[in-house]
C-alpha cells in the first residue's frame, strides 16, 4: 500500500513563527502536492513538484513556500504564519504519467495559528 | 479552464436506501473524474475514477459512478446506505496542466440516518 505520512496531525503556532509542516511518501511517486482544505472551499493547491528539486505553484501559493531535497520529501514553509493560515494541510503523492493517475493522500496536519 | 461543481453541501439518506452524490463538470477535451471520502480527522482516500470505456464505473465499499457525457455529471452511488458511509465526499477533474493535477469540488457530506 502507498503510504504518505505528515510529520504532524495537530499543530498550534503564533503569529510571525516560520512553520515547517513535512511530507514523505513510500512509493517512488515523482509527483507531490501540497493542499490546503477549508470548510465550504474544498481543496485547494498551494504548490506541487514533479522532480527532485522541481516546484511550480499552485491556485493559492502565496504566504507559501516548498522545498524537495528527496523525491520522497516534500516540505511546506510558512515563512511568516499568519491567522488566515490557520487550516488543515494536506500532502499527496502520484505518479507521473500521462494517464489519470490517482493521488495518494497523508493524514493530514490541523494548523492553528495564534 | 477544467472545473467541478457539487451543488448539494450535505445529503442525508436512510440506512438501507440507495445514495446518489452529485457531481458536474467542465473540462475541454476528455476528462479525467476522480471520487475520493474523507473519514473525520483522516485525509482524502481514492474511491473511483473514469478515464475511458464503461460510463459505469466500480470502486471501493460498493460505490459506483456514472459518466454521462451529455449532461456533463460524474454522479456517485451506491444501491443500499450503510451508517459506516457518512463522510466528506470529494470530486476531482484533471486540469490540462502540472503534474496530474486535480481540481476538487467543494465537498459534499453525506449522512447516513440509522
Known amino acids: 500500500d502507498v503510504k504518505v505520512t505528515q510529520s504532524s496531525r495537530y499543530l498550534v503556532k503564533r503569529t510571525g513563527e516560520k512553520v515547517f509542516l513535512e511530507c514523505v511518501q513510500d512509493m517512488d511517486h515523482e509527483n507531490m502536492f501540497w493542499y490546503r482544505q477549508d470548510p465550504g472551499l474544498g481543496l485547494r493547491l498551494i504548490y506541487f513538484?514533479?522532480?527532485?528539486?522541481?516546484?511550480e505553484k499552485g491556485d493559492i501559493p502565496e504566504g507559501y513556500s516548498v522545498s524537495r531535497e528527496k523525491k520522497e520529501r516534500f516540505s511546506l514553509i510558512l515563512e511568516s504564519a499568519s491567522t488566515n493560515q490557520t487550516s488543515m494541510y494536506l500532502c499527496a503523492s502520484s505518479l507521473l504519467s500521462l494517464r489519470g493517475h490517482e493521488q495518494f493522500f497523508g493524514p493530514g496536519t490541523r494548523l492553528t495559528v495564534l | 479552464a477544467q472545473s467541478v461543481a457539487q451543488p448539494e453541501d450535505q445529503v442525508n439518506v436512510a440506512e438501507g436506501n440507495p445514495l446518489t452524490v452529485k457531481c458536474t463538470y467542465s473540462v475541454s477535451g476528455n476528462p479525467y473524474l476522480f471520487w475520493y471520502v474523507q473519514y473525520p480527522n483522516r485525509g482524502l482516500q481514492f474511491l473511483l475514477k473514469y478515464i475511458t470505456g464503461d460510463n459505469l464505473v466500480k470502486g471501493s465499499y460498493g460505490f459506483e459512478a456514472e459518466f454521462n457525457k451529455s449532461q456533463t455529471s460524474f454522479h456517485l452511488k451506491k444501491p443500499s446506505a450503510l451508517v459506516s458511509d457518512s463522510a466528506l465526499y470529494f470530486c476531482a477533474v484533471r486540469v490540462l496542466r502540472g503534474a496530474n493535477n486535480l481540481f476538487f469540488g467543494t465537498g459534499t457530506r453525506l449522512t447516513v440516518i440509522p
Open positions: 513538484s514533479y522532480d527532485v528539486k522541481m516546484k
